[in-house]
């Protein structure tokens, strides 16, 4: 029996050289009632390009040369993407957490919990529910960043934002129509967007941030620039539709937890509750809108920073969210 050179049962994936944030884990240390110690996230007013590189604080390290390009507090940073499929670029689902533990994905039509295929979407979800292990919308953007130097890998940006997602998708999608199906190699921009949502729990006006995809040029330059790039590359599109529908099915993988983002990274910055929270005295926190500021471990109050914002855990949406792609590969919506 002769055997192959690679293990046959590896499941590829994109390499990852960086991250793109615009939030991370906040410098309070509290515990939740489990006992573990766990620090609040926070939100930043700009978009910060990381290494993979932990600094004593637990966040990524800032990667310097992209402050060299971009400043240190860009509000967009120049991208461009690998394939012409939008779920390729940026596959997404609904994921709940147990704890620290993923327990629940889905793709808005079925789900996989404990290893059972349930429907999706469910009650945790809504912008509403007031329970534990809610689900989140989550997305992970792969890119190339002009500039930098790195071969073999992609800078991934990860997003649990509806907002977010849904910006994204719909930019994805709007490119890739004008451009009759052209995605791949044109010149776009990662932009940090501000506005403000009504929290559907309070009916309080709220300030919140997400990323959105642009091209910064007219329709028109649209076209040219996709029929450029096209034209350059037209005796390798087919190889390349080949490659990208046999990597499809693994497009799912690029948003689940990782060696980079593990469950317990995943559930600490983007799935908290507030209210199972204590601080490092051991009294509980009250529950609290972090929207406005870091928490005072001592007193439970928030205070507005400078630089960063604290993470809402809900953030707040409409109600109805639109379909989405069926990400395990049966083609519905």
């Known amino acids: 029996m002769n055997l192959s050179p690679t293990i046959q049962t590896l499941r590829g994936r994109i390499p990852e050289a960086g991250k793109i944030k615009i939030g991370g884990k906040g410098s309070k240390e509290l515990t939740a009632k489990s006992g573990r110690k766990y620090k609040p996230p926070v939100k930043f007013n700009y978009i910060a390009i990381t290494t993979l590189e932990r600094g004593e604080d637990g966040n990524f390290k800032r990667d310097k040369q992209a402050i060299e390009l971009f400043g240190e507090k860009p509000q967009k940073i120049p991208v461009v993407l690998l394939f012409d499929d939008p779920a390729m ?3 997404s689902c609904f994921m709940a957490f147990k704890g620290s533990k993923k327990f629940c994905v889905g793709d808005g039509i079925n789900a996989i919990r404990d290893n059972h295929e349930i429907n999706c979407p469910c009650e945790r979800s809504d912008p509403t529910y007031d329970g534990d292990e809610i689900c989140k919308w989550h997305g992970v953007l792969s890119c190339i ?16 934002s509806k907002h977010g997602v849904e910006a994204i998708t719909s930019g994805l999608n709007f490119i890739h129509d004008m451009t009759d199906g052209k995605l791949r190699g044109i010149p776009l921009a990662l932009v940090l967007q501000s506005t403000e949502s009504i929290n559907p729990k309070t009916g309080d006006k709220v300030p919140i941030k997400y990323c959105r995809i642009e091209f910064a040029g007219s329709i028109p330059e649209l ?7 096209y034209n350059k590359n037209t005796d390798r599109r ?24 593990t469950d317990e990274d995943i559930s600490d910055e983007y799935h908290q509750n507030t209210d199972d929270i204590t601080d490092n005295n051991g009294n ?6 972090i929207s406005a500021g870091t928490v005072d471990t001592s007193t439970g109050e928030v205070t507005e920073p400078e630089t960063e914002t604290t993470a809402t855990p809900d953030e707040p949406d409409d109600p109805e969210p639109p379909p989405i792609k069926d990400l395990f590969g049966r083609g519905k919506r």
């Open 238 to 261: 087919q190889h390349r539709l080949e490659i990208e529908v046999g990597m499809k099915q693994l497009a799912i993988a690029e948003v689940l937890p990782t060696e980079n983002d």
């Open 223 to 229: 076209i040219d620039k996709g029929d450029e790039i």
């Open 145 to 160: 960043i002009p500039g930098l130097s790195i071969v073999g890998g992609v800078y991934k940006f990860r997003t649990t």
């Open 89 to 91: 670029n940026f596959p």
């Open 284 to 289: 509980e926190i009250p529950s609290i809108d």
